[in-house]
């Protein structure tokens, strides 16, 4: 039964990755808004609560560890991708914000638009790949989040999995 409630009520989130060269926020948003579904930009979230200074802002910058982001050379990082991205944090922090900030903006969508998540291809180091693998971050999603329904990948070229 409690499967049933939370498959009714919780969030179905469809994960969004896109190169760094593609700029999807004006996509992303008028999808969500023809569709009716909320979309959210991790690392933009990430950027918001650390600048303003919240407690989840400071929890996780405590949190921190940088690492080294595959960047394409020549491409303009609007955002400070490099700098915010979720792969920095500790993941159930990061999960515990995306949470809170579904629970205080949805009204009715149904499913959630998640950009900035799923970031492990993008490092560059092999050990830091393995440690943040793919199916953690799934797993992680549908435990804290809501179930994935849906994949979109915007890239030039088939990524490996």
């Known amino acids: 039964m409690q499967s049933q409630l939370r498959s009714i009520f919780c969030a179905k989130v469809i994960l969004v990755n896109h190169e ?4 999807v926020d004006v996509a992303c948003s008028n ?3 023809n569709f009716n579904m909320l979309y959210l930009s ?3 979230l990430i950027k918001q609560h650390i600048t303003e200074g919240t407690s989840m802002g400071k929890a996780l910058l405590a949190s921190k560890k940088p690492k080294m982001l595959m960047n ?3 491409i303009k990082d609007e955002f400070n991708e490099a700098e915010y991205s979720a792969a920095h944090f500790d993941l159930h922090l990061v999960a515990q ?3 809170q900030t579904i629970q205080e903006r949805r009204t009715n969508q149904k499913y959630i638009l998640l950009e900035g998540l799923c970031n492990s291809g993008k490092l560059c180091s092999v050990e830091e790949q393995l440690e943040l693998r793919f199916m953690d971050e799934f797993f992680m999603i549908e435990k804290e989040i809501g179930q994935i329904q849906a994949f979109i990948g915007l890239q030039f070229r088939e990524e490996d999995v």
């Open 31 to 33: 999808i969500s808004i």
């Open 42 to 44: 991790v690392y933009q």
């Open 72 to 74: 394409p050379p020549g």
């Open 97 to 99: 914000l995306v949470k």
């Open 20 to 23: 760094k060269r593609l700029n």
